[in-house]
């Protein structure tokens, strides 16, 4: 994952473009409001949930001192941290990718379950830091289910072999009567998981990762891994590894030559991403920083065309799906320091502190994952606690980062169908390597169980408000619910245990409406939400 992040920071000006896409239109008219078309009628596709996961890894504080703790005031009787399980669970996050990472490609499972005293203590060589295997596969399934969420499990193609992966499989959904659903018994767990998502390792593509091997090697042992998996269990939804970054220098190579060999086997590809404000990827530029996130789109654009190729060679009736199982921004937490465990304990490895800027990008982040839902199917937010991550916690307590807010609003309101967005926008600005980049992003859901509309907006105007007319089609929204703004005089504010609410949502002016319209005022630099009753 580290060298995953250089790689993307280093993402070329190829990747970007000479005109705004998807749904933005920076040529309409000169002057007035920027308008959004809205019609109920015009769905992109169902969202699934699935796309606002999450991710542990064993790595840092993410597990040991994050959400196990069983030295703590705060811990139940399993060591679980119950502030933190209040937070997930309150939150709704619906998957959780677990237990890495690079940590997975080394990480023997059968070390983490059994009778903890025997478990054994071992060096996790991806973080260079002490793993006590004190919490593992059973712990993770017994955690899930009290938040409420559903295990995305990594799997060790690395050291691992497809005979322990399939073995895995069996520990978790084969209900009794074999070696290894007799030993999850065993070990006091009767019930099987019936865990439904795997990942067929991960970012095997670099050079970094521990069993690192060749595209074709890959694609191979995936294969195999998959057939023996769905020898024990036919259901499993499975996600090959693909680029770990536009910033590779395999990408999309990568991914043909793998799904050449194993297409029909798995049900989803992989991508990973991660940006930063950086001298190298922004020069530091804000305005271009908050543009980034098209950048995602075109990644995804990118790696479609490739799945679609294959699926073309091998004349299937499949399509696949893509699994944006690592986003995020992180830039600062890294290098040796924030890197290397240095064969300790729960380490504090990748504590990256995120300020508003930050938040916002996220907010066009998760934009970009909404209007994909057509083939983005699982997304994970890297990682969950402590480690690159929205919530933080001491012995004390936690607080939440400045992300967490856009994350909460799209557990909260995104939900239904994507509705295809038409923007219509006279207000860009030009930002080097991308050409015109308009000011508003945009994207909506429509929930036909309750008949609400939600409205996500990006502002990337660093110094000017905008007004926004909202066009009604089909179904309009007759009734405003929800109203919030995440913004700032300072980008850079952060929030920390001694100021917790530094960065927080603030209700929103309610939009003005009438005849079939609806008009929305947005301060500069600024990410909100809207929701309407139809």
Known sequence: MRQTAAAGLACSAGLLFRKTLWGQSPTSRAGGPIRIYLDTHRTIAPLDRNVFGSFLEVLGRAIYDGIYDPGSSLSDANGFRKDVMKEVHDLGVPLIRYPGGNFVSGYNWLDGVGPRKDRPRVLDKAWNSLNTNQFGTDEFMTWCRAVGTQPLMGLNLGTGTPEQAAALVEYCNVEKGTRWSDLRRQNGYAEPYNVKHWCLGNEMDGPWQIGHMTATEYGYKAADAARQMHYVDSSLQLVACGSSGPGMPTYLEWDREVLEQCYEYVDALSLHRYVGNTPEETGGDSGKYLALNLTMDRQIEETLAVCDLVRGHKRSAKQLALSFDEWNVW??????????????EAPHLLEEIYNLEDALLVGGLLITLIRHADRVKIACLAQLINVIAPIMTNAGGLFRQTIFYPYSWALQYARGSVLDVLVESPSTYEVSGMGPVSHLDATATYNPEDGTIALFLLNRDLSKPHQVEVNWEGKSGTQSL??????????????????????????????????????IELPPHSYSVFQWAT
């Open 482 to 519: 929800a109203s919030w703004v995440l913004n700032g005089d300072d980008l850079k504010a952060v929030n920390s245990f001694d100021a917790p609410n530094k960065v927080a949502p603030q209700a929103a002016d309610k939009p003005s409406s009438g005849a079939g319209r609806a008009v």
């Open 331 to 344: 830039y600062r937490a890294r290098g040796k320091n924030a890197e290397n465990g240095r064969e300790q």
